[in-house]
């Protein structure tokens, strides 16, 4: 069975430095790996996904994640955070084999960046 | 390109009464939607996969009866709450998977609906 895990509920960051939001999951077969956004009564926003290939992966917001495949994790991180990057980001897995597109979402981690 | 809405943003209702969520993929066809539930700072739950012209695909778990999932056409999907209960509030969320893009590519969302039932 698909899994995923973030194992922060909440980051808090000052604004203008580094800031990595964790994921780890579990697939069988070769991950697909998703990080999505979510500002307030909203829906989600797509940032970036791995597939296959170079291991760093750039996204939208100046945003990447790193895919480790040793460690079975993907996390996402960006050099000088913003405030404005403060919102709910999930991480999500599919699998290859699935027989369905459907996707597991992480339990979420809140950043915060503060001025 | 890629929007995807829902109708309506928010809704209240009585308990007893039926409500219908729309979720529409605006600029582009969607044989595959998809239905979740998000409660209160938790994550998303995936309820159903919605495949155009044929019956929805339930997780474990998710009553098919009390949640009806209609996909009648290719940029729309409807999820009705059936005989609603205070403890289906939470906020539905629809997403869209353009055709012929499998698991590798990633989802549209709508913006979600916040269901409060009285």
């Known amino acids: 069975a698909q899994s995923v895990a973030q194992p922060e509920d909440q980051v808090n960051v000052a604004e203008g430095n580094p800031l990595t939001v964790k994921c780890t999951y579990s697939?069988?077969?070769?991950?697909?790996l998703f990080w999505y956004v979510q500002y307030p009564n909203r829906g989600l926003q797509f940032l970036l996904k791995?597939?296959?290939?170079?291991?760093l992966v750039k996204g939208s917001y100046g945003f990447e994640a790193e895919f480790n495949k040793s460690q079975t994790s993907f996390h996402l991180k960006k050099p000088s955070a913003l405030v404005s990057d403060s919102a709910l980001y999930f991480c999500a897995v599919s699998s290859g084999y699935s027989s369905a597109s459907k996707i597991i979402f992480g339990s979420g981690t809140r950043l915060s960046i503060r001025p | 390109g890629a929007v995807v809405s829902q109708h309506p943003s928010r809704v209240i209702c009585k308990s007893g009464t039926s409500v219908k969520i729309e979720c529409r993929s605006l600029d582009f066809q969607a044989t595959t939607m998809f239905w979740y539930r998000q409660f209160p700072k938790q994550s998303l739950m995936l309820m159903a996969t919605?495949?155009?012209?044929?019956?929805?695909?339930?997780e474990q778990g998710v009553e098919k009866d009390k949640f009806l999932i209609n996909h009648a056409s290719l940029t729309l999907s409807t999820l009705t709450v059936t005989s609603a209960h205070p403890e289906d509030s939470s906020f539905y969320i629809c997403s869209a998977l353009p055709p012929g893009r499998g698991s590798y590519n990633e989802q549209f969302f709508g913006p979600g609906t916040r269901l409060t039932v009285l």
């Open positions: 697939v069988s077969g070769n991950p697909y």
């Open positions: 791995y597939i296959t290939g170079d291991n």
């Open positions: 919605s495949n155009e012209g044929s019956k929805a695909t339930y």
